[in-house]
């Protein structure tokens, strides 16, 4: 499998830009933390999901449903910045959660929906992330990687494979023209910006010391629709090629700009994953895929049936258009940059 961008490449950058980071700190300053502070927030974009090991453990009583993984990007910057601390040790609180939307970063409680064990009575409701992960006045860095579930797209994917389903249908279409009681794709993108808006504002009130760093989503969907087999799950099923397209620049796009112009606005830094994932979206072969399909390949404890999607029948598991691990190394890679480029600023 191919691994996302130069190992090497990065591993010198990482070790110099450690080493810079230790001589820029004062000698034996009193006022000096012993560790940074950073706080991962997100969706599953961020948690990992199907991914690597849960986090909590299966059966630990502290899981919450958020499906959080250690192969997510979070743990694989963890271990870049242990081997290689930027001056000093970087402790991560990691709250991010499957299935988050913006307001439940900062504004709204959520009940996680993960299939994986749940309790009988369903999982608990948990507290905005903001809260989860104590941010203050001593947090160093946060970084964000929401919004995709505030549209919501991955309701918009499966609205698009109902409408492939048949000879007529077209979701944009639908999301242009909306029936009554659904919101058109200009209203879902400008109803997000707001909502991007308060969230960030909300963060810097919390962590207002805080480097923040947003990420945006990777390339899920191909450049050109048609490269889709829409007789293949693992790929994006009976989307019709047009309607690909109309998601990738209409939707993906739009979404990740509105967060960078954002992020911008208030000036942050934001990581642009897209640009480095072309071409390895969900519908290139399995070596050069960086992102799931509808079903795909996983880890043993992620189901094969949600609903009515039985990814059984063709041995794979339901994985929704995610990231796998290449993918999150990729995202990995530029979050660690910028973190560190983000510690050495001060």
């Known amino acids: 499998m191919r691994h996302p961008d130069s190992r090497p490449r990065f ?33 599953s974009y961020t948690a990992g999901g199907f991914v690597g090991d849960p986090l909590p453990a299966l059966g630990d009583p502290a899981r919450d449903g958020c499906d959080r993984t250690t192969g997510a990007y979070p743990g694989l910057v963890e271990q870049e910045l242990d081997e290689f601390p930027p001056g000093k040790p970087v402790n991560l609180t990691n709250v991010s959660c499957g299935n988050a939307t913006i307001k439940n970063v900062a504004t709204e409680q959520q009940t996680p929906i993960s299939p994986v064990q749940p309790p009988a009575d369903g999982w608990a409701a948990v507290d905005t992330q903001v809260k989860r992960a104590g941010l203050n006045g001593e947090t160093d860095v946060v970084t964000i990687g929401v919004g995709g579930n505030s549209l919501p797209f991955g309701g918009m994917l499966l609205k698009c494979l109902e409408e492939g389903a048949s000879v007529t249908g077209s979701c944009r279409e639908y999301y242009t023209n909306p029936p009554e009681g659904e919101e058109s794709i200009e209203d879902k993108l400008a109803r997000v910006q707001n909502e991007y808006i308060e969230m960030l504002a909300e963060v810097h009130q919390a962590a207002p010391n805080a480097k923040v760093i947003t990420v945006g989503y990777p390339a899920v969907l191909p450049e050109e629709g048609s490269a889709c087999n829409r007789l293949a799950l693992t790929e994006l099923s009976l989307i019709k090629h047009a309607d690909v397209d109309w998601l990738r620049d209409d939707v993906l796009k739009q979404l990740n700009g509105s967060i960078q112009r954002v992020t911008e606005f208030f000036g942050d830094r934001y990581v642009d994953v897209y640009s480095s994932s072309v071409s390895h979206d969900a519908c290139q072969p399995a070596e050069e895929k960086w992102v799931e399909g509808i079903c795909g390949a996983a880890a043993d404890h992620w189901p094969t049936k949600v609903g009515q999607l039985n990814c059984g029948l063709v041995g794979k598991r339901v994985t929704l258009v995610h990231p796998n691990a290449d993918g999150y190394q990729n995202t990995a890679n530029h979050v660690e940059r910028a973190i560190r480029i983000a510690l050495l600023e001060g």
């Open 11 to 43: 591993r010198a950058l990482t070790v110099g830009l450690a080493l810079a980071a230790s001589a820029l700190l004062p000698s034996g300053s009193a006022s000096a933390a012993d560790q940074y502070e950073w706080a991962a927030l997100g969706d």
